[in-house]
């Protein structure tokens, strides 16, 4: 028996991944080493198609698969996050990938795979789908940490990030198996209604607490962040883009389903865990960026830092929060996409510029790519007029709208701690001598492009925020 159409329908930017993906492991062998470029093309055309695709989502929201997935605006808006971000970061790895030797049409295909794994997490309805798509993002991204393989600290990435995934996974599977035992069901709804009928015993709460490990791991949430710079600074930086962004929506997508509409009749549980956990990420992340000179570490520890700043929306359990958060994660995406992939042009050939003293003079040696790096850092700081400064309005006015107020002051001197290291990157490009002994290589047309789109996304979401604010408040109500 073959799934009725609108199931299809409903996992149509899956479908459309997957089928790119292994078109390109079909041609791929067939393709002659100087024109590998091409499967890139072809994963840039799959990912615009898988966004084409969403139409066919919103025309047929609803459950799929007797229930196993949940189609509703919600992870349309999740969609959209992830396969743009796929779409951007496939143009921006074509010159990085050229300069390393290592264009091959695995790469795409794997980036393909993993997005899909993505959106199979925003639609997750049940636990065990929500592995399933957990798995498959996961298993792709550790081959891509891994993806220069003449590199050692490369190869050290991705050993860690797989060990230390599948312990995380393992965490998850067996919160997932407590959770049954202490409701009888995986799907949310029923455990929801278990929980208002029965309590919450400590069975759930070892179960629940389990998951949040494993989810953690994902969303680099203290105290489970121990691995996040070393993969960051080890991957091709833009798979490190993708792993800041992609993963990290999607992980939090996830999270907002299971303690939201699994777990909402258990707050009074998680929610003192959730506020630990997002001082915790907040300090650490901001802390030990401030002694950093490698600016991929540096920005890897501010992603750690910035998930705290979501968790703070997180901890409002409203649906001005669950906005928040989605808002934010539109947000982040923008800047920090862009952000990486200006370390990946600024690194060069082995990414071996990648002090703050490499970016002396950038703004004298390439006055754009200085001015979009600067708007970048600005919006991760939280520059009124760009997208990092309304994303952290809204998770802090979320929070204080329930009177979480020690929490919000709390983010608030982290976010006044984290201009030190930020601004000192923008004064290195523009105040510092000019490094004389080279000077970056020039920029082509789809980093270009790249730069460009996440810039006016940067400045768009920070001065004209409504409809996209609007399509997450509607995304927040389509959970209940």
Known sequence: MFPPLQDLYRIAPEIVLCFFGILIMLIDPFVPAGRKRSMGWLAFVGTLVALASLRFMFTHLGSAYSGLLRVDVFSLFVH????????????????????????????????LFATAGMGILASANELITAFVGLEISSISTYILVGFRRTVLKSNESSLKYFLLGSFATAFFLYGIALTYGATRSTRFEAINQAIAAHGSGALLILGLGLIFVGLGFKVVAAPFQIYTPDVYEGAPTPVTAVLACG??????????????????????????????????????????????????????YSSIAHAGYILVAFVAASEIGVAAVLFYLAAYAAMTLGAFLIVAHVGGTGERRLDVADYAGLGTNQPWVAACFSLFLLSLLGLPATAGFLGKFYAFSAAVDQRIVWLVVIA?????????????????????????????????????????????????????????????????????
């Not at 290592?102 to 980036?111: H, P, V």
């Not at 984290?418 to 510092?432: E, H, Q, T």
């Not at 789809?446 to 001065?463: D, E, K, N, R, S």
Request: charged content about 10%; proline content about 4%.
């Open 80 to 111: 959209g996050i992830v396969i743009v971000v796929a779409a951007l970061a496939i143009l921006g790895s074509f010159d990085y990938l050229d300069h390393e030797n290592i264009q091959r049409g695995e790469y795409y295909a794997l980036l």
């Open 412 to 480: 608030a001197i982290n976010s006044v701690i984290g201009a030190y290291y930020y601004l000192k990157v923008i004064v290195a490009m523009y105040f510092w001598e000019p490094n004389k002994e080279w000077t970056p290589s020039p920029m082509h047309a789809p980093m270009f492009i790249v730069l460009l789109l996440t810039a006016i996304g940067t400045i768009y979401l920070g001065i004209l925020p409504d409809r996209v604010m609007q399509w997450a408040i509607a995304s927040a109500q389509s959970l209940h």
């Open 247 to 300: 993963p990290k929506a999607a992980a939090f997508a996830v999270m907002l389903r299971i303690f939201y509409s699994a777990f909402g009749n258990a707050s009074h549980i998680w929610f003192w865990a959730i506020w630990v956990s997002a001082v915790l990420t907040m300090c650490i992340g901001n802390f030990a960026a401030l002694v950093q000179s490698n600016v991929k570490r540096l920005l890897a």
